[in-house]
Nanobody, 126 residues
Framework: VQLQASGGGLVQPGGSLRLSCATSGLTFNRMSVGWFRQAPGKEREFVAAIRGGDRATRYDASVNGRFTISKDNAKNAVSLQMNSLKPEDTAVYYC????????????????????WGQGTLVTVSS
């Protein structure tokens, strides 16, 4: 099982980035996938998740309305479109997959996820 995150980079405040998480070895269409981030000196925190099957989504309040998560079952990939980026969005972003189809209410918990990819760095700075 592998998850590969990509798409990070340097962007100015107010700009946009699109992160991608490519997966292999998973029954992808049934799995929930989440994005988490970790800023220097801080704990890893939940950003967004999309549930397997019904594709219900959940967002952290700090990104709601600015970020959009989507799932492409044909490509076994999940994207995170990030708009109106702020300096406080600067972090290493990680994607993760859960083999159990948890309800959306619990998808913000790191313990729900079985597989993690390596991170991709997003820097928001002028």
């Amino acid at each position: 099982v592998q998850l590969q995150a990509s798409g990070g980079g340097l962007v100015q405040p107010g700009g946009s980035l699109r992160l991608s998480c490519a997966t292999s070895g998973l029954t992808f269409n049934r799995m929930s996938v989440g994005w988490f981030r970790q800023a220097p000196g801080k704990e890893r925190e939940f950003v967004a998740a999309i549930r397997g099957g019904d594709r219900a989504t959940r967002y952290d309040a700090s990104v709601n309305g600015r970020f959009t998560i989507s799932k492409d079952n044909a490509k076994n990939a999940v994207s995170l479109q990030m708009n109106s980026l702020k300096p406080e969005d600067t972090a290493v972003y990680y994607c993760a997959a859960a083999s159990v189809n948890w309800n959306t209410g619990s998808l913000n918990e790191r313990s729900r996820y079985d597989y993690w990819g390596q991170g991709t760095l997003v820097t928001v700075s002028s």
